[in-house]
């Protein structure tokens, strides 16, 4: 007996082409320690067209540091799935990474947090 027929997705409904899983080769766990506060930038050691799609797409966005957070915010993938891309990339020699100096002490966060509850 046929079930219901199923819905057929199109373009943005089907969400990402790739799951995660495809993306990392299965791989769930990053080479290098990275927070979603460190800073990643490109070398300009390794070329955007000598790397899969989603490596390149990263090598664009760290052409000036950029946060593990914004990366990942930028490709729509969960921020695991970004640490290991961005790990392969600094196992090349493609990127490098440093966590801030200077983070917000509490008393700004809450500041912020105040001012944003205010909108």
């Known amino acids: 007996m046929a079930g219901p027929p199923e819905k057929m997705w199109l373009d943005n409904e089907a ?4 799951r995660p899983y495809s993306l990392t080769n299965g791989r769930t766990k990053p080479s290098a320690t990275l927070s979603l506060q460190s800073l990643v930038r490109s ?6 067209d000598r790397v899969e799609p989603t490596h390149a797409k990263m ?6 540091a950029t946060s593990v957070a914004e990366v ?3 490709l729509r993938q969960p921020a695991v799935v970004t640490k290991v891309l961005l790990s392969d990339l600094i196992d090349w020699g493609a990127i490098t990474t440093r ?3 200077e983070m917000p002490d ?3 966060l809450e500041a912020l947090l105040h001012g944003l509850r205010q909108l």
């Open 43 to 48: 070398t300009g050691r390794l070329a955007p």
């Open 106 to 108: 509490r008393e700004q």
């Open 72 to 74: 990942s915010a930028h």
């Open 15 to 18: 969400g990402p082409l790739l």
């Open 59 to 64: 090598l664009e966005l760290c052409r000036v």
């Open 99 to 101: 966590v801030p100096t």
